[in-house]
């Protein structure tokens, strides 16, 4: 196989784009404002940069998917629902119900429900956690 045909060529050339474009971007901004797009951009271009190292040195071998589309299917239908009904519902109520769509869609073998209750307390903790590091902190209006 050719090694500037592997697959994680593509996606390593987006984020490096999406990353550049972010850094870009983030130079119009306030010294605050710009904090969260410089980390964000900063680190799509670290790890388009070494996904593309791996993909040109290394070349892992592509295994062939197994299984169907319907998981990947449901779960960009769920993120894709998040990002519609954000601004209508607020970011709270949607990212909770949000978040335990996708962790049960997620889910591939049969686990306790006290297993899904503390994964679920899990991320309710941490989106909480955001909720007040972006509303309160850093003064950033969630919807």
Not at 51 to 70: E, H, K, M, N, S
């Amino acid at each position: 196989m050719n090694k500037l045909l592997h697959r994680d060529i593509a996606a390593a050339s987006g984020l490096l784009v999406i990353g550049g474009y972010a850094l870009w971007e983030a130079r119009q901004m306030s010294v605050f404002g710009a904090i969260f797009p410089q980390l964000a951009g900063a680190g799509m271009v670290l790890g388009a940069i070494l996904l593309l190292i791996r993909a040109i040195v290394w070349a892992p071998a592509v295994p062939q998917a197994d299984g169907t589309l319907l998981r990947p299917l449901l779960m960009l239908a769920a993120l894709a629902g998040w990002a519609i009904l954000l601004p209508i519902f607020g970011f709270v109520p949607v990212s909770l119900v949000g978040a335990g769509v996708c962790m049960l869609i997620a889910q591939q073998t049969m686990v306790p429900m006290r297993v899904l209750a503390l994964q679920f307390a899990g991320l309710a903790g941490l989106i909480l956690l955001v909720a007040v590091l972006f509303g309160r902190l850093l003064n950033v209006p969630l919807p």
